[in-house]
């Protein structure tokens, strides 16, 4: 059974960072594609972030120059570093996984994901 655990967040000022982990049990896949995801209350599930089986990392527009996804392969745990963290930015963040790559040539190409976390909140204040 595929499981996945995010955590890290919490509660910093503008301009901090946290470095947020999803940690996964049974992964069943060969090639894949994590992501990270936010959303607050009321609004749709917004993409932050990707990285897949081969490597490849992508970013959606707010999360770029400032976020960084990174993957330890013999743990199995997905990294999202925050940096110069925004009120803007609070939000429940998780974690995806896919059976599908989703990155090529820089853009992020599938959003088929099928697992996911529980979600770890994290707060921005001004």
């Known amino acids: 059974q595929v499981r996945l655990m995010e955590t890290g967040g919490g509660a910093v000022q503008a301009g901090g960072s946290l470095r947020l982990s999803c940690a996964v049990s049974g992964l069943p896949y060969s090639t894949y594609c994590m992501a990270w995801f936010r959303q607050v209350p009321g609004d749709e599930r917004e993409g932050v972030g990707a990285i897949d089986s081969d490597g490849g990392a992508v970013y959606t527009d707010s999360a770029t120059g400032r976020f960084t996804i990174s993957e330890d392969k013999a743990k199995n745990i997905v990294y999202l570093q925050m940096n110069n963290l925004k009120p803007e930015d609070t939000a429940m963040y998780y974690c995806?996984?896919?059976?599908?790559?989703?990155?090529?040539?820089?853009?992020?190409?599938?959003?088929?994901?099928?697992?996911w976390g529980q979600g770890t909140q994290v707060t921005v204040s001004s």
């Open positions: 995806g996984l896919s059976a599908l790559r989703c990155v090529e040539d820089g853009i992020w190409t599938s959003y088929e994901f099928v697992n």
